[in-house]
T-cell receptor, first 112, second 112 residues
Framework: ELKVEQNPLFLSMQEGKNYTIYCNYS?????LYWYRQDPGKSLESLFV?????AVKQEGRLMASLDTKARLSTLHITAAVHDLSATYFC????????????FGKGITLSVRP | DAGVTQSPTHLIKTRGQHVTLRCSPI?????VSWYQQVLGQGPQFIFQ???????GRGNFPDRFSARQFPNYSSELNVNALLLGDSALYLC???????????FGPGTRLTVL
């Protein structure tokens, strides 16, 4: 059974500083997704990582995928308050296209 | 273009009742998936439909059922509601089975 683990589960960030959060998964998969969720809202797609070594950047966020280590990282540059939200990673189980398995999410809170 | 739409937005039911949730995919998308998100957890896969056929089912009891219509919209039905069914129910659509999924705003179901 595919397991997706995210850590830390909660991160208090100081404005202007850099941080990295992690997503580990237990079985082979070549596709990993990052989503953002604001309280009471739906999921907003941030990144789709489709191959080993994939790196994508959008604004202050950069995501990367290492399929050999079964690890994805989301790097935050110079945190700002607008980034406060819960971030989920999700993985397609092998042979089960688009039946995403999600981690528990990481809640980021940016303080002045 | 309109995104994924879901109705109703909120719903309150009592134990033992039945509920029907509805989802309209993005125009041109043929695949619809349903997820359940309990407070404080990541979404869990319930069903995937493509071209009106079930393509996947998650680890949910038979009280949960779904269908997809010729216009690719979908319904999720839950019978004999339990308190534990209280959650945000998310619908996601994609062009094909294997493509990136886009999530709707969700239906928040409260079972009393």
């Amino acid at each position: 059974e595919l397991k997706v683990e995210q850590n830390p589960l909660f991160l208090s960030m100081q404005e202007g500083k850099n941080y990295t959060i992690y997503c580990n998964y237990s079985t082979t998969s070549d596709r990993l997704y990052w989503y953002r969720q604001d309280p009471g809202k739906s999921l907003e797609s941030l990144f789709v990582l489709l191959s080993n070594g994939a790196v994508k950047q959008e604004g202050r966020l950069m995501a990367s995928l290492d399929t050999k280590a079964r690890l994805s990282t989301l790097h935050i540059t110079a945190a700002v308050h607008d980034l406060s939200a819960t971030y989920f990673c999700a993985v397609d189980p092998p042979g089960a296209n688009s039946k995403l398995t999600f981690g528990k999410g990481i809640t980021l809170s940016v303080r002045p | 273009d309109a995104g994924v739409t879901q109705s109703p937005t909120h719903l309150i039911k009592t134990r033992g009742q039945h509920v029907t949730l509805r989802c309209s995919p993005i125009s041109g998308h043929k695949s619809v998936s349903w997820y359940q998100q309990v407070l404080g957890q990541g979404p869990q896969f319930i069903f995937q439909y493509y071209e009106k056929e079930e393509r996947g089912r998650g680890n949910f009891p038979d009280r949960f059922s779904a269908r997809q219509f010729p216009n690719y919209s979908s319904e999720l039905n839950v019978n004999a509601l339990l308190l534990g069914d209280s959650a945000l129910y998310l619908c996601a659509s994609s062009l094909q089975v294997t493509n990136e999924q886009f999530f709707g705003p969700g239906t928040r179901l409260t079972v009393l």
